[in-house]
């Protein structure tokens, strides 16, 4: 069982920058493909960006703004957001993946573990 535990939220002005963090619990966390994925309100929960042990993936619309790092000696991963927009306004949700894979996968249901959630709101 892996617990993940979000922190980083909170409102910006748009042009402005968040990171969000995600410690998660577990001995194996470094074998994990760690995703971050948002919900705003009315709309289906959406993949935002993943990262394996050796590569990442990021939705086209964060694409340049968003990074996803992390540091297992933490066990814990990161969403730099940069130049935040009002549509990046939602409930942003941490996950892992617990099957191996050298290519993050984005599918929300490919993911077995998640956070609470943290909202950021921008606001314009």
């Known amino acids: 069982q892996v617990q993940l535990v979000e922190s980083g939220g909170g409102l910006v002005q748009a042009g402005g920058s968040l990171r969000l963090s995600c410690a998660a619990s577990?001995?194996?966390?470094?074998?994990?493909?760690m995703g971050w994925f948002r919900q705003a309100p009315g709309k289906e929960r959406e993949f935002v960006a993943a990262i394996t042990w050796g590569a990442t993936h990021y939705a086209d619309s964060v694409k340049g703004r968003f990074t996803i790092s992390r540091d297992n000696a933490k066990n814990t991963v990161y969403l730099q957001m940069n130049s935040l927009e009002p549509e990046d306004t939602a409930v942003y949700y941490c996950?892992?993946?617990?099957?191996?894979?050298?290519?993050?996968?984005?599918?929300?249901?490919?993911?077995?573990?998640w956070g609470q959630g943290t909202q950021v709101t921008v606001s314009s």
């Open positions: 996950a892992a993946d617990n099957t191996a894979s050298y290519y993050p996968r984005k599918n929300i249901n490919d993911y077995d573990y």
């Open positions: 577990g001995r194996t966390f470094s074998s994990y493909t």
